[in-house]
């Protein structure tokens, strides 16, 4: 059994981590971690009975009353980065979902995983068909260059755009290269009408109620276009992706960023 903890555990993918974790015959809750905590027993939290695990409010204080193999993280952009500092620093294996984090944050974790030999898997989105969709819209741009991002999203998320938009559209760019896009005069008569640009490409933000998480990549050429889909209908989407992880996390070599590395 490997021993996991899973921090940010009161929130919408807390909750359903727990979950997964809890039913999964090879993982075993041993601890959770909540900034809001109020000591709840893990099984209320999930429908499950006692479970005689409780949430904490401190990452430290959790991991060395539970001794963790693993934590998995999703909690947000300003908290993920010290989580991940302190579960490596005392040899527990980070499996992050948490998006915002930076380029020196991500070069930071991989020389923390290399010079204390403990390994991390981090993944924008967790889900397959995300994973696919990211794979496909690559082999698109080499040959349908001219390309959009939409991505749609519950109206809670904190972050736009979203950790996996952001990573198409690095991919995207690593394939076709900076590119302008559009009329080179266009005018935005309302700020932010074209959407955020990375290397020429446009990234547009929905928030509403109503949606999980989607993501359109619609690619333009002469007399046609291309639209690449993916939708989240549930969370439970992208529970396969993390059980995944917990159980490679162990034995990968460092940091490995983005599920698709360990899918085979
Ligand atoms: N990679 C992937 O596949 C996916 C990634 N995500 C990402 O995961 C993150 C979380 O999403 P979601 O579950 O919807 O967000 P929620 O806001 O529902 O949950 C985050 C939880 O973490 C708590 N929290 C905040 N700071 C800390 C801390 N320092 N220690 C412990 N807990 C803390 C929050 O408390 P409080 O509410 O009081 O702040 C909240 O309970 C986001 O960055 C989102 O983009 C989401 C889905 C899939
Ligand atoms: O906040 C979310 O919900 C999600 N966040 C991740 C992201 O920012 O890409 C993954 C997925 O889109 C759901």
Request: proline share 4%.
């Amino acid at each position: 059994m490997i021993r996991v903890i899973v921090c940010g555990a009161y929130g919408k993918m807390g909750r359903e981590v727990l979950r997964a974790v809890h039913n999964d015959p090879h993982l075993s809750i041993v601890g959770a971690v909540d900034i809001n905590s109020d000591f709840a027993d893990v099984g209320d939290i999930i429908g499950a009975g006692k479970t005689g695990v409780t949430v904490g409010n401190d990452l430290l204080t959790v991991i060395n009353e539970t001794k963790p193999q693993v934590m998995v993280d999703f909690t947000n952009p300003q908290s993920v980065l010290n989580n991940i500092r302190s579960a490596i620093k005392n040899g527990v294996c980070p499996v992050v979902g948490t998006t915002g984090l930076t380029e020196p944050a991500i070069s930071e974790i991989r020389e923390l995983c290399a010079s204390t030999k403990v390994n991390a898997i981090i993944s924008p989105n967790f889900s397959i068909g995300a994973i696919l969709m990211m794979k496909l819209a690559q082999e698109a741009a080499k040959y349908l260059p001219h390309v959009e991002i939409i991505e749609l999203h519950h109206d809670q998320k904190l972050d736009a755009p979203s950790g996996t938009a952001l990573r198409t559209a690095e991919l995207i760019a690593g394939v076709r290269g900076e590119m302008q896009q559009g009329h080179p005069d266009e005018k935005e008569k309302l700020t932010g009408a074209r959407g955020g640009n990375l290397s020429g490409i446009r990234l547009h933000s929905v928030r509403l109620p109503g949606y999980v998480a989607h993501q359109e990549v619609i690619f333009g050429g002469l007399g046609q276009t291309l639209t690449i889909r993916h939708d989240s209908v549930s969370r439970e989407s992208f529970m396969p992706g993390v059980v995944l992880a917990c159980k490679k996390v162990l034995t990968v070599d460092g940091l490995i960023f983005g599920l698709e590395h360990i899918m085979d």
